[in-house]
């Protein structure tokens, strides 16, 4: 065989190999550790009386709400009758809460701890699904309200997890790494054939 | 190839001007290839540095432009740009005895005690991932043009034959 043969055979075991390795590390459907459903703590408060009983009734207590947006989120449209934020304001009919067991599979995502789910209302504008948008936890009696949503973990979190400034570069390279190799594998496939297909024998 | 088979005159202007853009070009390209902090990436760095090489061919034929990046320079571009970003996954893998997830832990990299996990991982990206996505654009480009610029050429030969 010539040593081209060597070399073709064994970029084909590597990439081989490296599929392998990507489709077994493919999180478990449901993982609350894969991107899609990892959701960002924003704060804690005291559960006191009364905060629980509200949540069961489905609506968000004041104090959660006045922290979620003293944390920046938007209190909701600026103007009279327009939307002008893809995320709907926390108001009477733009949520709904719902209490998930522990070790429930719901969404695509397995709870690992029991809590309310606050949803956006399928009413909502631009929703027509209940989406995931705050997830409030109880423990050692404290109340833990998440934010779920893969852009926001990405805005607050790319700096920290992969030191890069550019949150394109970090989702481009970083984060789905596999799907920018299988991009680059496609461009050398590509030129490969234009050269079997257009070049003449010969003129190297 | 001599001037009188070029097809069209040549013009002082343009090869002078295609003198002086060239290698700057390059070096944007370069600029834009490397690193996290700035614009672009690889696919874009690697786009220029090709459209640096396509302007000398478009100006001074495919034979001249031989000389400038040779059948064999490119094609260890184009398989070595792969190589890198396949060997940065693949080093991260070795290292951490198959803990890492791709790029997710890069525990083994030497300066990893010095700039933390998250520098080791812009460090990869910036200067293994991005240079291999731009070597290998670069390099199937101009294959590619090459290949388009020779068939035409044989063509035109063959009707004046």
């Known amino acids: 065989m010539k040593p081209l043969t060597y070399a073709g055979l064994f970029t084909a075991i590597l990439l081989t190999a490296v599929s392998l390795y990507a489709v077994e590390d493919i999180p478990a459907f449901g993982d609350e550790n894969s991107a899609a459903n990892k959701y960002i703590k924003l704060f804690a408060i005291d559960a006191e009386a009364g905060l629980a009983e509200k949540l069961n009734a489905g609506t968000l207590p004041e104090e959660i709400k006045n922290n979620i947006y003293d944390f920046g989120f938007i209190k909701g449209p600026t103007c009279e009758g327009c939307q002008d934020e893809n995320y709907p304001a926390l108001e009477e009919g733009n949520y709904k809460i719902e209490y998930i067991e522990k070790g429930t599979w719901l969404g695509g995502r397995f709870y690992t701890e029991g809590g309310w789910d606050v949803l956006i209302h399928e009413g909502e504008i631009f929703y027509n699904e209940p989406q995931q948008y705050y997830f ?6 404290n109340l833990s309200v998440y934010r779920y949503n893969w852009p926001v973990r990405v805005t607050e979190r790319t700096e920290e997890e992969t030191g890069i400034a550019n949150a ?3 989702g481009l390279a970083d984060y789905r790494g596999y799907d920018t190799m299988g991009e680059e594998t496609v461009i050398l496939t590509g030129a490969i054939g234009v050269i079997l ?4 024998r010969g003129r190297l | 190839m001599t001037p009188g088979k070029r097809g069209y005159k040549r013009d002082v202007i343009i090869e002078v001007t295609t003198n002086l853009m060239f290698p700057l070009t390059l070096l944007f390209g370069l ?4 690193g996290t902090g700035g614009t672009g990436g690889g696919f874009q760095g690697g786009t220029i540095l090709a459209s640096a090489y ?3 061919i478009t100006v001074f034929g495919h034979e001249k432009g031989r000389v400038k990046m040779p059948e064999s320079v490119n094609a260890l571009f184009k398989s070595l740009g792969l190589f890198l970003y396949n060997g940065a996954g693949w080093i991260c893998v ?11 832990m890069p525990a083994f990299w030497p300066v990893t005690d010095y700039v933390g996990v998250a520098g080791s991982r812009s460090f990869l990206v ?26 035409e050429d044989d063509e035109m030969e063959g009707g004046e034959e």
Do not use: P
Not at chain 2, 127 to 137: A, Q
């Open chain 2, 94 to 104: 070795l290292f951490s005895l198959a803990t890492a997830q791709w790029l997710n």
């Open chain 1, 136 to 141: 409030i936890a109880e423990k050692d009696g």
């Open chain 1, 168 to 170: 394109v570069t970090s």
């Open chain 2, 126 to 151: 910036g200067y293994m991932i991005s240079v291999g996505i731009g070597l290998t654009v670069m390099a199937a480009f101009v294959s590619q043009y090459f290949d388009l610029a020779w068939k």
């Open chain 2, 31 to 34: 600029y834009v290839m490397f």
């Open chain 2, 54 to 56: 396509i302007l000398y």
């Open chain 1, 197 to 200: 297909l257009l070049r003449r």
